[in-house]
Each structure stands twice: as structure tokens, then as C-alpha cells.
């Protein structure tokens, strides 16, 4: 008489499930387009076992924004940065890890934060809620490296919350034109003209003009 197979009873198991097939579908295709009986079927489970977990679409997309993009962001952006010698160097190894990482795969899908910004900020307040505070959580990482390394001496000219938030507009920008050209190239193109940019309290400065007005100054 053959033995009956012991069920395994993993509900959190079953949850990360879902969670990893939902994160890659709304990546790889978008919310909108992503339906609940394809992740059902991706995922191998019923329609109960998926609203056992989250009783709507909209719970399991908060639930991939709060837990896995917030996720990557930290991973991929904040604790390199938080690591870094300085806050430039961060923001600096972060681009080419980025870059380096999309030649090797071969294609690019785009920043998960910024693909869901694009697509579900209008659509729902609780969508847009969730997605600013990753920003906020981002800018406020990288204006804090800045002001550590005022504390130690360094960029003293530099005006922390403006360079937080336009490293992160120039990666977002970035990763949405390499998406389109399918070229990770332009992650370090728009790191170039990243560092050539000075973020002071008062103004916006780029090197050659800089250089340009010492030369006047010292005639």
C-alpha cells in the first residue's frame, strides 16, 4: 500500500512566493497589465490561497512596494552609499555597479521604483503615498552621507538636499532612457555630467564655468 505524501503547510513560504512572481510581473510587464489569474498560475496557487495573503491587487502591489522595491532600493542604493568613503563615491560606485550589472545581463528593464511611479502614482493615493516615501527614504540617505562628510570636512559647498535630490533625478532619468535605448551605457554618460555638476546653498555651478570665472578673476 503506497504511503500518502505529508502536505507541507508553508504559508509564509507561500506568501514570498507570490510576492516574487508578482515583483517580476509588474517589472517585467507592469501592474495594469499583470492579471490576477496570471500570478495565480505563475505562482502555483488558488484563488483562495492568493487572497488568504492579500485580499485585493491593489494589497499585493503595496505589499511588493513596501517590502521588495523599498528592499532593492536599500540594498541597491542606500547601504552603499551609507558604506562609502564619501557621499560622491557612493553615488559614483552605484552607477557603474548598476551599468556593469545591466551589460552583463543584457538588457534593461528599468528602475522598479521609477517603472511603478510612472504607471501608478495618478492612479491611486495609496500607490503614491507608498512609492514617495521610498524616495524620501533615498534622497534623505544620501543628503545625510553628504552632511556626514561636511561634519568630517568634506563638501563644504555642497548644499546636501540638493545634490540628494538631483542624484537621484539624473538616475531615475537615466535608467528610463537606458530602458528605452536599451543601452546601460547612459547610466555612465549622465554619471559624467553628475560629476561635473556642483550643488552649492545658493546655485547651480558647472566646472567649465567655474574655471572659466577663476581665469577672469586671476587677469
Not at 532619468?173 to 560629476?195: F, H, I, P, Y
Request: net charge positive; glycine share 8%; proline share 3%.
Amino acid at each position: 500500500m503506497a504511503m500518502r505524501k505529508k502536505r507541507t503547510n508553508d504559508p509564509e513560504g507561500m506568501r514570498r512566493r507570490v510576492l516574487d512572481v508578482a515583483e517580476e510581473a509588474f517589472q517585467a510587464r507592469g501592474y495594469h497589465a499583470s492579471s490576477l489569474g496570471d500570478l495565480m498560475a505563475a505562482a502555483g496557487i488558488t484563488g483562495g490561497a492568493l487572497h488568504h495573503h492579500f485580499p485585493t491587487k491593489k494589497a499585493l502591489a503595496l505589499a511588493v512596494i513596501e517590502e521588495r522595491v523599498a528592499a532593492a532600493v536599500e540594498e541597491t542604493w542606500i547601504a552603499p552609499v551609507r558604506a562609502a568613503s564619501s557621499a560622491r563615491e557612493g553615488v559614483r560606485a552605484v552607477f557603474e555597479a548598476v551599468a556593469a550589472e545591466l551589460e552583463r545581463q543584457g538588457y534593461v528593464r528599468g528602475c522598479p521604483l521609477n517603472n511603478l511611479a510612472h504607471e501608478l502614482s495618478l492612479a491611486d493615493a495609496d500607490f503614491r503615498v507608498a512609492l514617495a516615501d521610498i524616495f524620501a527614504g533615498w534622497r534623505r540617505a544620501i543628503a545625510d552621507k553628504v552632511r556626514a562628510d561636511q561634519q568630517a570636512g568634506g563638501e563644504g559647498g555642497t548644499d546636501p538636499d540638493r545634490f540628494a535630490a538631483l542624484a537621484v533625478a539624473v538616475y531615475s532619468g537615466a535608467m528610463s532612457m537606458a530602458k528605452t535605448a536599451q543601452d546601460a551605457g547612459v547610466l555612465r554618460e549622465c554619471l559624467k555630467g553628475l560629476e561635473n555638476l556642483q550643488l552649492s546653498p545658493g546655485r547651480l555651478v558647472g566646472k567649465r564655468r567655474r574655471r572659466v570665472l577663476q581665469r577672469q578673476i586671476i587677469r
